[in-house]
């Protein structure tokens, strides 16, 4: 077989992968080879926004930073461009030729509704530092969420977190995002998580709670916070990532309060506890049947005398937006 009918063979099996997913045929880098096949922004085509909203494939739920990436050095400067003009429409040709995009004034500009360069640039999904998914949108509205994501992680880069909720696709084809070969996930949400806000949220709980929190000050409430991020840092995958993932996020306050009591609260007529959440566990629940529901099993082990408590959580993880099932409660192994 030629070569060219090997580029050819390339161009329709990547085009017909990119059609199941949803996109539509249009112009834009196509291949590379002039086949022409737009795959949404970042490939130069329009994405059909009409079709995506169908797509349909495994669920993520993953907690990471949205990033973007620049497909083409064309699209770069067309963003250093933009800038220039706004901030300094004398600028001359050497001088934008010269310019490179600066952070904090692509995310601003981004706020700004400048839809256009979101659409060109490559939006990614770092977790840990890894670029893990290329993002697409399911509709127009998560530009805006996007637009909101960046602009928060550029002002506060140690504070926020974000949660991508959405379906995973097919693998990026190489001159998408200028060879990164990542799954593609659908995104329907994306929640920008504080991590000082919610902290400020959880001591307003807990001063608030009947009954009260003995002996649990500020600094045992971001420990417990602090730890489950930790167990949380995957990929959003699996049932278990994202039944993780959905606690992670506060979406269930009464967690940390509780994790932050066991740990360092003083129950009543007892001298205060000393204890760390020691293992994290996830199991499918006795309770699946039609549903996918899971039991997430959180152990702490007292400093002193090394004895174990357990305590558990039931989730559903059957659908695309994991849901409680059963707050959290006292485990007790069994066979």
Excluded at 124 to 145: C, H, K, W
Excluded at 181 to 204: G, W
Excluded at 317 to 332: H, M
């Amino acid at each position: 077989m030629s070569k060219r009918a090997v580029r050819l063979r390339e161009a329709e099996i990547l085009r017909d992968r990119l059609r199941d997913f949803g996109a539509e045929e249009g112009g834009g880098y196509g291949y590379g080879y002039g086949y022409g096949y737009g795959y949404g922004y970042g490939g130069g085509g329009d994405f059909n926004l009409s079709r995506t909203r169908a797509v349909t494939g495994p669920p993520v739920y993953a907690i990471g930073r949205v990033e973007w990436r620049y497909p083409s050095s064309g699209v770069k400067m067309e963003v250093a461009q933009e800038i220039q003009r706004l901030d300094n429409p004398l600028a001359n040709t050497v001088v934008l030729r010269k310019a490179e995009p600066r952070l904090l004034a692509v995310s601003n500009r981004l706020a700004d509704g400048h839809f256009y360069l979101m659409r060109q640039l490559c939006w990614v999904l770092t977790i840990n530092a890894v670029e893990t998914y290329i993002l697409q949108p399911r509709d127009s509205a998560g530009f805006e969420m996007i637009a909101d994501a960046v602009q928060n992680s550029v002002a506060s880069p140690n504070q926020y977190l974000d949660v991508v909720v959405g379906v995973r696709g097919p693998m990026a084809p190489p001159q998408m995002c200028r060879g990164l070969r990542l799954p593609i996930v659908m995104f329907d949400q994306i929640i920008s998580f504080n991590r000082e806000q919610n902290i400020d949220l959880l001591v307003f709980l807990g001063q608030g709670r009947v009954p009260p929190l003995v002996g649990v000050t500020r600094a045992h409430i971001e420990e417990a916070l602090n730890r489950t991020t930790q167990v949380a840092r995957n990929t959003g995958a699996s049932d278990r990532h994202r039944a993780l993932n959905y606690l992670a996020v506060n979406n269930y306050p009464e967690f940390y309060l509780n994790a932050a009591d066991e740990c360092h609260g003083t129950p009543p007529g007892l001298p205060q506890r000393d204890a760390f959440l020691s293992g994290v566990e996830v199991r499918r629940s006795r309770q699946s049947g039609a549903r996918r529901i899971v039991d997430v099993i959180f152990a702490f082990t007292d400093n002193n005398t090394s004895v174990v408590r357990k305590f558990f959580v039931r989730v559903d993880v059957t659908e695309r937006f994991p849901f409680l099932v059963t707050p959290w409660s006292p485990y007790y192994d069994h066979s």
